[in-house]
Nanobody
């Protein structure tokens, strides 16, 4: 069974930083593509950042240069470091896993099979 548990959300002022964590089982961590998505009120879920295939990464244009996806292999944990946050980043952030992904699918939520419960990130101006 695939289980993903996010943590690290919260409230921050514009310009601030947060780091999200996603803990997974060893099998999930080593077998699946893993990434971060977000969903703001009234909007569709969108991809933020994902590790694909050989360990390369893909980012949404809106977060490039501000967000960094990383992982701790010893702890089977995925991270999302978010810097220079702005109110448009306010959303519920989800960790997700897919059995396969490419640069072309890594930010498309339709290709991801397993989802964490989500963690709220609120950025005030």
């Amino acid at each position: 069974q695939v289980q993903l548990v996010e943590s690290g959300g919260g409230s921050v002022q514009a310009g601030g930083s947060l780091r999200l964590s996603c803990a997974a089982s060893e099998y999930t961590y080593r077998t699946y593509c893993m990434g971060w998505f977000r969903q703001a009120p009234g909007k569709e879920r969108e991809g933020v950042a994902t590790f694909i295939g050989d360990g390369s990464t893909t980012y949404a244009d809106s977060v490039k240069g501000r967000f960094t996806i990383s992982r701790d292999n010893a702890k089977n944990t995925l991270f999302l470091q978010m810097n220079s946050l702005n109110p448009d980043d306010t959303a519920v952030y989800y960790c997700a896993a897919a059995s396969w992904c490419t640069a072309g699918t890594g930010l498309n939520p339709r290709y991801f099979d397993y989802w964490g419960q989500g963690t709220q990130v609120t950025v005030s101006s």
